[in-house]
């Protein structure tokens, strides 16, 4: 699909304007990665030329973050959520703090690197081991290797919106 078929599909879509109707980052481009992500997998092209914050979106059906820039798609990855007992919140999350070298206090003082914490009560982004089977305890666990490089373009204050289903039309 040419990046302006895309472009179309996504601002004639009926959810492209709930979106922005919600102040959802407005999306005009996506990374062509060529192949579904995999457990570990993850992509970022920043070429440098877009400007802005960082747009983080969580998708927990799909088990995928996306990371935006001027509505411009710079990076995706894979990612691990907690299990049916312990779920991923869903909603709007503005990045409250970060630290690079973090431990859990509450689990088993738990490395949580590069962490981006979106709630008082322990739901963070952080590195974690990604793999098919795996689960955190509500938290949003991504490659560290990716983890590294969305901590060094989040800012403390930039929501992070944890949905379900995000922009079909474009990534189904």
Known sequence: MTRFALFL?????????????????????????????????????????????????????KRRLYVYRGGVEIGRSYIVIGPPEQPTPTGRFPILQKHADHYSSTYDNAPMPYML?????????????VEEDWVTHGCIGVPTAF?????????????VIVTRRWLPNAYD
């Open 147 to 159: 983890a590294r490089i969305l901590y060094a373009n989040a800012r403390k204050g930039d929501e």
């Open 9 to 61: 599909i996504l601002l004639l879509s009926p959810a492209s304007a709930q979106a922005r109707a919600a102040g959802v980052p407005d999306v005009h481009t996506i990374l062509d990665v060529g192949r579904p992500l995999g457990p570990g997998d993850y992509v970022w092209e920043d070429d440098g030329e877009t400007t802005g914050p960082a747009r983080i979106v969580v998708d927990v059906t």
């Open 117 to 129: 914490r979106l709630t008082w009560g322990g739901v963070a982004i952080h590195g974690s081991p």
